[in-house]
């Protein structure tokens, strides 16, 4: 019941990542798929933040589920999601006053800057969503359904996917349209 959908999930991650690279390539160019890799570090450090709250959060919640204190579990929740939104402004104001630094260190080649900034910027407003979101999904096995995490992430995927398209081929946007993808 809980083993898997947990694969699946992070299966689905995995192998999101890759179709989303070979995807962003064909549309665009080898180039393109660099600046999408030189930009991993972000979204690893999304996934740090998301997993470390979202498994310890969800620990809590299952253990005080357990010994039948829903307020408490409830508060755990609660603390767990506020922690997430609280974490996701501060990045999202760091990585705004500091993108050019961080891009620049990220991105050695100055003739690539002008289109891996945007992407950036994309992504960073993207943690908005992506952290809280992913804590919410985290706690859905401590819930009883590991499942609905499952679905959600598998669409989400499938939503990047076809947004790439969509974005890079329809609207011309670029790799922009990679970032505009995956916040969508």
Same mark, same amino acid.
């Given at each position: 019941?809980?083993?898997?959908?947990?694969?699946?999930?992070?299966?689905a991650?995995?192998?999101?990542?890759?179709?989303?690279?070979?995807?962003?390539? @064909?549309?665009? @160019?080898?180039?393109?798929?660099?600046?999408?890799?030189?930009?991993?570090?972000?979204?690893?450090? +999304?996934? /740090?933040? +998301?997993?470390?709250?979202?498994?310890?959060?969800?620990?809590?919640?299952?253990?005080?589920?357990?010994?039948?204190?829903?307020?408490?579990?409830?508060?755990?929740?609660?603390?767990?999601?506020?922690?997430?939104?609280?974490?996701?402004?501060?990045?999202?104001?760091?990585?705004?006053?500091?993108?050019?630094?961080?891009?620049?260190?990220?991105?050695?080649?100055?003739?690539?800057?002008?289109?891996f900034?945007?992407?950036?910027?994309?992504l960073?407003?993207?943690?908005?969503?992506?952290?809280?979101?992913? /804590?919410?999904?985290?706690?859905?096995?401590?819930?009883?359904?590991?499942?609905?995490?499952?679905?959600? @992430? /598998?669409?989400?995927?499938?939503?990047?996917?076809?947004?790439?398209?969509? +974005?890079?081929?329809?609207?011309?946007?670029?790799?922009?349209?990679?970032?505009?993808?995956?916040?969508?």
């Amino acid at each position: 019941q809980y083993l898997i959908p947990t694969m699946i999930t992070y299966a689905a991650l995995s192998l999101n990542e890759f179709v989303d690279s070979l995807i962003v390539s @064909n549309l665009i @160019n080898s180039d393109a798929m660099s600046l999408i890799t030189m930009a991993s570090p972000l979204v690893t450090a +999304y996934g /740090v933040v +998301y997993t470390l709250l979202g498994i310890g959060g969800s620990a809590l919640y299952a253990i005080c589920s357990g010994r039948h204190d829903i307020k408490k579990a409830d508060s755990v929740f609660s603390v767990t999601l506020i922690t997430a939104s609280i974490v996701s402004v501060i990045i999202l104001l760091g990585g705004i006053l500091f993108l050019n630094p961080m891009t620049a260190s990220m991105c050695k080649a100055p003739e690539y800057r002008p289109m891996f900034l945007p992407y950036c910027r994309v992504l960073i407003i993207s943690v908005i969503f992506i952290i809280p979101l992913q /804590v919410i999904i985290h706690f859905l096995p401590a819930l009883g359904r590991p499942g609905i995490g499952t679905l959600i @992430n /598998v669409i989400a995927n499938v939503i990047n996917l076809l947004m790439d398209y969509v +974005y890079i081929r329809f609207f011309s946007m670029g790799i922009t349209g990679a970032a505009w993808a995956i916040l969508t």
